[in-house]
């Protein structure tokens, strides 16, 4: 996995608060397969005190059998970060079981002034490329899976291979969270040092903001006492039965556990968990530039 995240006005153009359909449930497998995935997840889940509420979580913002029953993630999603000096735009859509990932870029470049493009990026799990080739940022290899798997929390944080650990209770901006912290198995993924904190409001079990770490690149431990961005999730939807996020916004967190400095910004429209995913936006056309994992 995975890293960080743009925010603008938000317009949803997919239908909200629709609980899937009998026709949507038979594209995504049908009910036999999505009871049974949501059946292991909630015995990985519920082996842990930590993993009961990364649950408790993902219950409140729709449940294990809606998101099982989700054949695809799609969605526009922006980011921006100040220190990288980044701005870019992309229409993504993800397989939710294979987590293979294409995206339509349109819009790349600096900060403030990213410049129109019509480019395409994709990431099987093993292969990531861009064209044309002389794009140069995103870096598809991190950001070709990266939006989706920050859009999707808490729903991924069930997957196979995922620790979870309580923390003590946090106040954030007057309101004490309960904290949950999820982390990688040595062999998951190219960012094994990533981790996730989840700030989970009492009352309504929704993740309001988390804190996260970024290992792209670097060779640590899984759970590596790296720098955490303090990242908000802001103006939550429901579509197709799963309440999502859809403006987020990242600040340093110190050492001394406060917010610092504005880092980046994300949102997220055009939101669906219906769309068709076509295997030809996974196609590389020729000419395509290929990008090596780190340290390759």
């Known amino acids: 996995m995975i890293a960080p995240a743009a925010l603008f006005a938000v317009v949803l153009l997919a239908a909200c608060g629709e609980a899937p359909d009998p026709e949507a449930r038979a594209a995504a497998g049908g009910d036999a397969e999505a009871a049974s995935l949501a059946e292991e997840a909630r015995e990985r889940l519920e082996a842990s005190e930590g ?3 990364v ?28 220190d990288a000096d980044l701005r870019f735009k992309s229409f993504l859509v993800a397989d939710n079981r294979s987590r293979e990932v294409y995206h339509h870029l349109t819009l790349t470049g ?38 989706y798997y920050f859009q999707q929390i808490p729903f991924v944080l069930a997957d196979p291979g995922v620790n979870y650990r309580v923390l003590p209770d946090e ?22 040092g990533d981790s996730y904190t989840l700030y989970v409001h009492p009352e309504t079990g929704i993740v309001d903001a988390i ?29 197709d039965g799963l309440t999502v996020a859809t403006a987020f916004r990242g600040y340093d967190f110190t050492e001394d556990g406060e917010r610092g400095e504005f880092k980046n910004e994300a949102f997220a429209d055009s ?15 020729e000419g395509a530039r290929f990008v090596a994992p780190p340290g390759s």
């Open 51 to 53: 993993g009961r509420l």
């Open 55 to 82: 649950l408790q979580a993902i219950e409140a913002h729709g449940g294990l059998e809606a998101w099982y029953e989700a054949p695809t993630s799609s969605y526009t999603w922006e980011y921006a970060n100040v």
């Open 110 to 147: 600096s900060f403030g002034d990213p410049d129109s493009v019509d480019a395409r990026f994709a990431w099987d799990g093993t292969d990531a490329w861009m064209h044309p080739p002389e794009i140069e940022q995103p870096n598809p290899r991190f950001w070709g899976i990266s939006g």
């Open 171 to 192: 106040e954030l901006d007057g309101t004490t969270y309960q904290m949950v912290r999820a982390y990688f198995d040595h062999e998951v993924g190219e960012s094994p």
């Open 211 to 239: 804190r996260y770490t970024v290992s792209f690149g670097r060779d640590v431990e899984p759970d590596a006492d790296l720098p955490e961005t303090l990242f908000y999730y802001d103006d939550h939807v429901t579509v």
């Open 271 to 285: 939101i669906s968990f219906r769309r068709p995913f076509d295997p030809t936006g996974m196609e590389p056309p």
